[in-house]
């Protein structure tokens, strides 16, 4: 009698411990985390696993009031000692996170977008005198402004064709990131690509700028070049 009874006790606890849990479950949806956190603790406390995991949860992400990432750890293995899945996958992205911190750090900040501006998209900008008064550099500084100006239209159809800069991030970083680093990247990488944008347009307004003052000078030299010699030839033939 005395092991049906203490058997009865049993299952009456699971129960109630179900209940809580479902409460509990409920109250962090509504994102009322500071009576999900009560629960979540008690039974945690009393060993259930789906508990420790959800606290766990709550520590790691910062739903608790605070970012703890030991104790959210110790969590994640007391309930995966007991067999949790989502707890050994939070104790694995951990790990992985240590090992990956570089690459997690490098998409947060240290991208710089150099890759979208190499190789045939470097655009070197042309050396434009001030003016040129024989066809030989006239033809030079033209070519040269075409050249430019073909790999410039390269390097804007890439960066059109890499925007946005967010899905540059590889998926299996994206997964390793908290919340808040992915907000930080986004912005980061949302920045760049303003950057990078503002930048191209601003030397290709300075470029074009200075290839206009060029040619305006140099057909001015050139009109007033052959004027001369048209006269020179006038008077010339005038004398003879």
Same mark, same amino acid.
């Not at 989502?86 to 104790?91: D, E, F, K, P």
């Not at 980061?188 to 950057?195: G, V, Y």
């Given at each position: 009698?005395?092991?049906?009874?203490?058997?009865?006790? &049993?299952?009456?606890?699971?129960?109630?411990?179900?209940?809580? &849990?479902?409460?509990?479950?409920?109250?962090?949806?509504?994102?009322?985390?500071?009576?999900?956190?009560?629960?979540?603790?008690?039974?945690?406390?009393?060993?259930?696993?789906?508990?420790?995991?959800?606290?766990?949860?709550?520590?790691?992400?910062?739903?608790?009031?605070?970012?703890?990432?030991?104790?959210?750890?110790?969590?994640? +293995?007391?309930?995966?000692?007991?067999?949790?899945?989502?707890?050994?996958?939070?104790?694995?992205?951990?790990?992985?996170?240590?090992?990956?911190?570089?690459?997690?750090?490098?998409?947060?900040?240290?991208?710089?977008?150099?890759?979208?501006?190499?190789?045939?998209?470097?655009?070197?900008?042309?050396?434009?005198?001030?003016?040129?008064?024989?066809?030989?550099?006239?033809?030079?500084?033209?070519?040269?402004?075409?050249?430019?100006?073909?790999?410039?239209?390269?390097?804007?159809?890439?960066?059109?064709?890499?925007?946005?800069?967010?899905?540059?991030?590889?998926?299996?970083?994206?997964?390793?990131?908290?919340?808040?680093?992915?907000?930080?990247?986004?912005?980061?990488?949302?920045?760049?690509?303003?950057?990078?944008?503002?930048?191209?347009?601003?030397?290709?307004?300075?470029?074009?700028?200075?290839?206009?003052?060029?040619?305006?000078?140099?057909?001015?030299?050139?009109?007033?070049?052959?004027?001369?010699?048209?006269?020179?030839?006038?008077?010339?033939? +005038?004398? +003879?």
């Amino acid at each position: 009698m005395k092991t049906k009874l203490f058997l009865a006790s &049993l299952l009456l606890c699971g129960a109630a411990f179900a209940g809580e &849990l479902e409460d509990a479950n409920a109250l962090f949806e509504k994102k009322d985390y500071a009576a999900a956190l009560k629960i979540y603790t008690k039974l945690a406390n009393a060993g259930n696993p789906e508990a420790q995991q959800a606290l766990g949860q709550m520590y790691w992400y910062g739903e608790a009031g605070q970012v703890d990432e030991a104790k959210a750890e110790a969590l994640f +293995k007391k309930a995966a000692a007991k067999g949790n899945k989502v707890a050994i996958a939070s104790l694995e992205l951990m790990d992985q996170r240590v090992k990956r911190r570089k690459e997690i750090d490098y998409w947060i900040s240290g991208y710089d977008g150099e890759d979208l501006k190499s190789g045939e998209f470097r655009c070197t900008a042309p050396r434009i005198p001030a003016m040129s008064k024989i066809n030989a550099d006239i033809d030079r500084i033209g070519a040269a402004i075409n050249t430019w100006q073909d790999c410039y239209n390269k390097y804007v159809t890439n960066l059109n064709a890499a925007s946005p800069l967010t899905k540059r991030v590889p998926e299996d970083i994206r997964k390793l990131m908290k919340k808040d680093e992915l907000e930080k990247s986004n912005a980061h990488l949302e920045q760049l690509q303003a950057n990078l944008s503002e930048e191209a347009k601003v030397s290709s307004k300075l470029i074009l700028a200075d290839f206009e003052a060029w040619r305006k000078a140099t057909e001015a030299y050139v009109s007033e070049h052959n004027k001369m010699v048209k006269t020179n030839s006038s008077t010339l033939f +005038k004398d +003879k």
